[in-house]
């Protein structure tokens, strides 16, 4: 489904049913409410404007038209549409996988839209978004090429990575709010039940080299860190590596949250070094 199908479908069960709209009937508050541009939004309320739905009042200002709303049988309600997919977290979730075989891989525009049922244009956007994290080459004249996963490439990212979070927690020590250390806490939740999702809240590291203040770490992190970001975002929809990424998370919150320093320090290089079972596996 569209973005502009969605939007459509969206506001209009909502109107039949008599549902309260998610957000007032202008282009900056749909768009905000939905997270897109103006572009589909405008199309959605031009097609409802023309199916009577609704209407422009006398200040021009468009308003629900109640004679065009039927009134559902007694008992029958529509069901509101399920959200497109994330094409960008789609596409991003294949190029991991794929990115995980080691070897480079060029990837064409014309034939990746086609695979993913967009457009070329949509398609480049998401292309120049994954560029952006370092996942992506854009090789003039040749189009993209896919970053391989290189074991050795992880290990040496994590050993830096290791001494310049430590750094930065030491750094931090002077500025860390308690209030803010118990809410990331709170956002990392291991599900009582096997049906319940696990809830993580990976926060606590950019908090952590924020409140250090160091420009030049936070440099590193914003250049270098974006790509290992994406796969280890990947490694966690195991359930497994999930429940014990926030064991990990709680263990170095409740030392900060008791300025048990030590303890801190320790769990940090723990969970840096040794939380990616997943990523270690795959074959130099």
């Known amino acids: 489904m569209s973005l502009k199908n969605y939007i459509k479908n969206d506001l209009e069960v909502r109107l039949r049913n008599g549902q309260e709209l998610p957000a007032?009937?202008?282009l900056d508050s749909l768009a905000e409410h939905y997270e897109v541009s103006f572009s589909p939004v405008r199309i959605a309320l031009a097609e409802l404007v023309a199916e009577g739905l609704l209407q422009k009042g006398s200040n021009r200002r468009l308003v629900i038209n109640p004679e065009q709303i039927k009134p559902l049988k007694r008992g029958k309600k529509s069901v509101l549409p399920e959200p497109p997919a994330d094409m960008f977290e789609v596409i991003t979730n294949d190029f991991v996988k794929l990115s995980l075989q080691g070897e480079p891989v060029d990837i064409r525009e014309e034939v990746t839209a086609q695979k993913?049922?967009?457009s070329r244009s949509s398609l480049r956007?998401?292309?120049n978004r994954?560029?952006?994290t370092g996942i992506l080459d854009h090789i003039p004249r040749r189009g993209w090429r896919l970053r391989p996963f290189r074991q050795e490439d992880m290990q040496s990212f994590l050993?830096?990575?290791e001494l310049l979070e430590l750094k930065a927690l030491e750094l931090a020590k002077p500025h860390l709010v308690k209030e803010d250390l118990q809410r990331i806490l709170d956002g990392n939740v291991i599900p009582k039940k096997k049906t319940e999702s696990v809830v993580i809240d990976n926060s606590l590291h950019e908090y952590i080299i924020e409140k250090a203040g160091n420009y030049y770490i936070q440099d590193f992190f914003q250049r270098q860190g974006r790509y290992y970001d994406i796969l280890f975002d990947w490694?966690?929809?195991d359930r497994e590596t999930a429940i014990e990424t926030v064991r990990q998370h709680q263990s170095i919150?409740?030392?900060l949250i008791k300025k048990d320093w030590r303890s801190a320090r320790k769990?940090?290089?723990?969970h840096i070094r040794d939380n990616h079972p997943i990523l270690s596996k795959i074959a130099k």
């Open 116 to 118: 993913y049922k967009i």
């Open 24 to 26: 007032q009937l202008t």
């Open 130 to 132: 994954l560029a952006g």
């Open 159 to 161: 050993e830096v990575r």
């Open 267 to 270: 769990a940090l290089s723990y």
């Open 125 to 127: 956007i998401i292309l």
């Open 235 to 237: 490694e966690d929809q």
């Open 253 to 255: 919150l409740k030392a």
